[in-house]
């Protein structure tokens, strides 16, 4: 497949070993009119005609580059499909009246409408790239404010529903592979160490997620007296930090004959296996991912398995049979694609 073809997690970005992906997301409110939580369902699709219009008919070049998804026209399956790429969160796909999603061709871009705040402009990168998401998303931010009155308040900055996200709105986070610090079993203090700074470390979806994969979320917390650019150096700063403290100990783990083992043997039961659950196959997608990076296993590049991590979803499994699918045979279909797609994996 062409490059300029792939969707951005079916790229391999920097710091690829580590990084999965990076997301740079901005809450914003439009002033007349009431937060979703209090508005009624035609004042949700005036907010929503609102902001396609100032998106898809504003001139700018960006327009062609958009779909307009409204969430209650579209299926369960679509909906869940559109979690699985973190294209919308859990709870937006959950309750689909009166909202709306605009979403890039490559999926790198999506703009929920109505979710907790009028507006949620997301920009997703593959590998470590917050520099250059917080670019597209303030370019977003500029465009839509040309023609859209935000919420503003010169005390408070833009102002949310939720009072965590009052001053600059934004929200940063780096999803990071850490099974060698999972491992050690310490993400928990880790964790807690990082509270204090003003970071948050959870599950690669978000807040009450689990950590699936040994894939993490990490955050910045604060958005109030804190800039963008600052909250943007500081998240990559510890981002950093567990980076090295990540290879360290991969390297330590992976010359261990029985992490070598673990690894050999996720890789033969992917090219093998008949069926498999989602459960099963992401914990030896992370053992691969690991064995790829470590030079454990070689034949396959990661951003295969980043669009690998996608495709084996359930929904996404049945948006691409165009149908329903029971479990037992979406466990047959992901066999078949693992197997298919991970067959030049070699151990070393």
């Not at 699985?84 to 859990?90: A, M, N, Y």
């Not at 850490?178 to 509270?195: D, F, K, Q």
């Not at 204090?196 to 990490?218: D, H, I, M, N, P």
């Not at 989602?278 to 470590?294: H, I, K, P, Y």
């Amino acid at each position: 497949m062409a490059e300029n073809h792939l969707k951005w997690y079916e790229k391999t970005g920097a710091a690829a070993s580590v990084v999965y992906s990076t997301r740079v997301r901005l809450a914003r409110n439009l002033k007349r009119w009431p937060f979703p939580a209090r508005a009624s369902l035609e004042q949700k699709e005036q907010v929503a005609k609102q902001v396609r219009a100032a998106l898809l008919e504003g001139g700018s070049v960006l327009a062609r580059e958009f779909q307009f998804v409204a969430m209650d026209e579209i299926s369960p399956q679509a909906a869940a499909s559109l979690v699985e790429r973190r294209l919308v969160s859990p709870e937006f796909a959950a309750d689909r009246q009166g909202k709306a999603v605009l979403v890039s061709a490559d999926e790198s871009v999506s703009i929920m409408i109505n979710e907790e705040d009028h507006l949620r402009i997301q920009v997703l990168r593959e590998g470590m790239a917050l520099k250059e998401a917080a670019e597209t998303a303030d370019r977003l931010d500029t465009l839509l404010g040309e023609s859209l009155d935000f919420a503003f308040d010169r005390d408070f900055g833009y102002l949310t529903q939720c009072p965590t996200n009052l001053g600059t709105g934004m929200r940063a986070s780096v999803a990071l592979h850490l099974p060698a610090i999972t491992e050690t079993g310490s993400i928990p203090r880790v964790a807690a160490n990082l509270s204090k700074l003003g970071l948050t470390l959870r599950g690669a979806f978000g807040e009450g997620s689990q950590a699936v994969g040994a894939v993490y979320q990490l955050s910045n917390q604060i958005t109030l007296g804190l800039s963008e650019s600052q909250a943007i150096e500081n998240l990559s700063a510890i981002a950093g930090q567990l980076m090295n403290e990540e290879k360290k100990l991969r390297q330590e783990m992976t010359g261990i004959l029985s992490w070598q083992d673990q690894i050999a043997r996720a890789a033969g039961t992917l090219k093998t296996a008949k069926v498999i659950s989602t459960e099963e196959a992401v914990r030896l997608l992370s053992l691969v991912r690991l064995g790829l990076a470590e030079g454990v296993l070689t034949g396959v590049e990661l951003g295969k398995l980043n669009g690998l991590s996608v495709g084996i979803q359930p929904a996404a499994l049945m948006a691409a049979a165009g149908r329903e699918l029971p479990p037992e045979e979406r466990d047959k279909r992901r066999a078949d694609l693992l197997r298919g797609a991970l067959e030049p994996l070699c151990v070393e």
